[in-house]
């Protein structure tokens, strides 16, 4: 098999590769590929030193299946034309999940789609913060029905890449602040950026924003939206009401997300907590009283979505509250990617 990682030299395309290794596709032909600026550096991979070569170059060589983890814009240009090379796509961005012609999947909750793709074809994965919400929920939505939900995330700053990584890094050191989207030196004044522009327009050393995409007309972001408009399509329920708050944190392990659900019908709590800990994929860590709840340092390089703080909601009939947690690059991005691939492939 011929495998084309498209993005590879980004953080998620290297999670990519090393979950490919993981899953036993150490021995495959794989192509990495990235943007011209890129082409000609090495990456390695299960023991392997790969050149990087360009889209163009990896189009070419007709790969069965190609990961992409490119961005939007770059997936719009360079995905219908693997298609017509024959190779299936599997897209990271946000580019083809609202088009109803495109499968946006969670193997967990609707693999069951893949099975009746014709290929070669464009599948999308889901954003994140959707991915590790819809896991936990998955089984509650078969057996209740899911009437509302109140989301609020907290949002490791590794969604927005390696540019916000730096930013925190540069903030921690105590050499350089952000005022106003520009860097500013330890003595006050205003700097050229050392290496990089600021990802954020605030300070995210000691500080969280509610501010994740960009805002729309109607006053919430595209981060915001993804939430909604995702997690209708995976459950295929356009009735699910849901209101979301997005905010970034300076955490590096994972998303963690406060959940309000309101089912369809009563529930018995005990037996809710029976059908999330049996869900595929998910750790049910609730001993609150013993200080075991889920928490981004538990989940940061693992591939479970963590579910803790499950509880009645005793203001509104039929509901309950959740925490979810779980690696944004790991589960909410690469290995959901690879698992995708797993059930085209085997």
Known sequence: MKIAVVGATGMVGREML?????????????IVAASERSVGKEIEFAGRRLRVVSVDEAIAAKPQYAVFSAGAEASRQ???????????VIDN?????????????????????????TRPTIIANPNCSTIQMVVALSALEKEYGIRRLVIATYQSITGTGLKAVRQLEAEES??????????????G????????????????????????????????????QKLIDETRKIFDDQEIQITATVVRVPVVGGHSEAVNVELRREYDLEHVRQLIAGTPGVILYDEPRENRYPMPILAHHRDEVWVGRVRRDA????????WVVADNIRKGAATNAIQILDRLSR
């Open 18 to 30: 090393a979950v490919l290794a993981e899953h036993g596709y150490g021995e495959e032909e794989v």
């Open 78 to 88: 360079y995905a219908p034309r693997f298609v017509e090379a024959g190779t299936t």
């Open 93 to 117: 961005s946000s580019a083809w999940r609202k088009d109803p012609t495109k499968a946006l999947v969670v193997p967990e909750v609707n693999g069951d789609i893949l099975d009746r793709c």
């Open 174 to 187: 105590g050499a350089w602040s952000v005022e106003n989207g520009k860097w500013k030196g330890e003595r």
């Open 189 to 224: 004044e205003r700097k050229e950026e050392p290496e990089f522009a600021p990802a954020y327009p605030h300070a995210i050393h000691r500080n969280l924003f509610p501010h994740g995409g960009d805002f729309q007309a109607d006053g919430y972001t595209t981060e915001e």
């Open 315 to 322: 203001s509104q009939p039929n509901s309950l509250n959740l």
